[in-house]
């Protein structure tokens, strides 16, 4: 069986508007009119997303757009798939899976080692310590034992992409691993659309900058005596695509009869069941911002860009500052930043709603998945520069406030239901969980607001009457939460002068008074009361 080329052959499970195909990259754009190509199909979601990046940086290597009229070219009128298999040409012997020249993302070495499972590249799978003591509980193994090459390459490539702490020597991924990845999702249904709305700016490399770009072209910059591989010096900025933080060779067997894949169930007869690695692969140091679908954050100023990864409690508008609105100390993706400034505007999309932002990753502890998180949410904008930046006050306004809100809440819960000097962890279950109560009740008055200014931008020095109704939502919202964690009912007993003292120091608060209510009322830009209030509330 000849090997297969990523480029060359149809390997792709997508949804076309008539139902699931199989397809090359060069057919993303096939039939847009009639049947086009509407969503990855694998029957894993870290896959699809994972499917989005390998497609996005195959577009940002082999054809990226040079200028924003160049995007705004293809944007209107999308190439043939003959096109983009004229582009992708120059890159597809980089992309042969299982030949006997480089192979895609694997060492140049044969790499003698034990043979591992191939479930342990799927970044969720238990790791050899865990099987061997019988602590696989709740993720077991034998998940999947056969891979087809189709699957095995999209499973090496997300491994690649995303890969965790392996211990001693096994490097994480460019991004450290599990890294949070976001996505504009536009009015428009194809895939194309949904690729080419986040697809950067950039020249295609020369050919002699390839093996720079693709690290399995060239003999592996292991990391021995503490060597990194660090962007420009020792690699092509466009390796933030294509990193390969570990020295793996998939092991390829024939067999006589097609076997199913045990994740995709497809029969073939050339199938992986067992990969090698060996430790020591590059230790990628000084790429903060290099990749254009993670947003990025610093520690303190000046300090080195970090790129965020996803926590536990999923993803939501509370995450907005940083994912959408950038800050001081925060960075949305490139992707987020570009399509704000300057696509939306030319796209054509409805920026009022129809515009969605997906962010999605594994929400990882060290070496363990905890979940693979992935959140659809609006994302509102403006094709006017002044109204776009006043939409973005407007969410760093509700976001702040809503945080300001939320401490006040924990606090305030912790003050009633616990003795003073008990020792209570911040994120204790029952504190944490009515903080998130809290930004779920407020979440869909959130992107309301955003909506009404988006649609009617509020006047110069006019008063906002969006920022004054937040307030009323967030008072009443986080009164109520109170009332449920710490109900001050008969059988509260000895705690019930605890509560009732908790429940008036966060009213007086929620109303503007002290120092924390200062802040809730700072953050909405709202003029402070004129004098404390006479009797509790």
Known sequence: MKPLNLLTDAWLPVLRRSGPAVIRPAQITERLNSDPVLAIDWPRP???????????????TACPPGSHGTWHGWWQAPPAPDELDAAFAPLAHAFVLDGDGPRFLQDRDELVADIEPVERLLIEAPGGSTTSKNTDLLVKRGVATTLSRATAAITLFTFQSWAPAGGAGNRVGLRGGGPLTTFVIPDRTSLWHLLWANVPLGTPPAAGELARVFPWLAPTLTSEGNRTVVPEADAHPLQAWWG?????????????EPLPCDITGQPETRIVTGWRQRPRGPNYAQWGRRHPLTPHYQVKADAEWLPVHPQPGGIGYRHWLGLVVDTAAKLPAASIATWKRDRLRDSGADPYGAVRLLAAGYDMD??????????EMPLPG?????????????????VESAETAASLLRSAVRAALFSPGATVKADADLLSTVRERLWDATESRFFAALETVARHPVDDGAPDPERSAWLNLLRVTTLALFDEAAPLAPEAGSAAPRIARARRFLGIALRGYGRDGAALFKALGLPLPEKAPRTPT
Do not use: H
């Not at 060290?366 to 959140?375: H, I």
């Not at 094709?383 to 306004?397: C, H, I, S």
């Open 244 to 256: 390969m933080p570990r020295r793996i060779r998939l092991n390829f067997e024939s067999v006589a």
């Open 382 to 398: 403006s094709a006017d520069p002044a109204g776009q930046e006043q939409l973005d006050e407007l969410a760093r306004a509700l």
């Open 366 to 375: 060290n070496m363990k998945a905890r979940a693979f998180v992935e959140s």
């Open 46 to 60: 870290d896959f699809r997303i994972a499917t989005l990046e390998f497609l996005l940086g195959l577009l940002a």
